[in-house]
């Protein structure tokens, strides 16, 4: 749990160094973080069902404001929807890996990268082409 709690610590200065109010709260364990970018805020539930998970919901959330995602239109289409949905995903992924990189983690491959760092295994693929870019 050190591990993820310094991710965590790492995560919210990068929120604060981007202006951007992290909330933490302890809800049930199916209630989804969210991003609210109106008010350069997102809310972080860590009592999630996959507490693995948490650190890269943190970068996916926080995505979802630097990528100035427009959420009030967010179940307008499902397209979009899922656009940006992805970019929040890849984000988070390009976050974690700058952590690693920052904080001398030994990265071997992508598998051992999204197991180390809690990041959902349908995004193996887009973690692979990102780590291959970035450390090779």
């Not at 049930?28 to 919901?57: G, H, S, T």
């Not at 009030?72 to 988070?92: C, G, I, P, R, V």
């Not at 992924?93 to 491959?109: H, P, S």
């Not at 995004?123 to 870019?133: G, L, Q, V």
Request: proline fraction near 4%.
């Amino acid at each position: 749990m050190r591990r993820e709690n310094d991710i965590i610590e790492w995560l919210t200065n990068y929120a604060k160094d981007n202006n951007i109010d992290v909330e933490f709260v302890h809800n049930r364990p199916d209630y989804a973080c969210q991003a609210i970018p109106e008010y350069q805020m997102v809310i972080i539930n860590l009592n999630w069902k996959n507490q693995k998970e948490i650190p890269f919901a943190i970068g996916h959330e926080l995505g979802h404001i630097i990528c100035k995602h427009n959420v009030s239109n967010y179940y307008q289409s499902f397209n979009s929807t899922s656009k940006m949905e992805h970019e929040a995903d890849l984000f988070s992924i390009k976050l974690l890996l700058c952590y690693a990189v920052n904080t001398n983690q030994t990265l071997t491959n992508p598998y051992q990268f999204i197991n180390q760092f809690g990041i959902p295994t349908k995004m193996y693929e887009d973690t692979k082409m990102i780590f291959k870019k970035l450390i090779n």
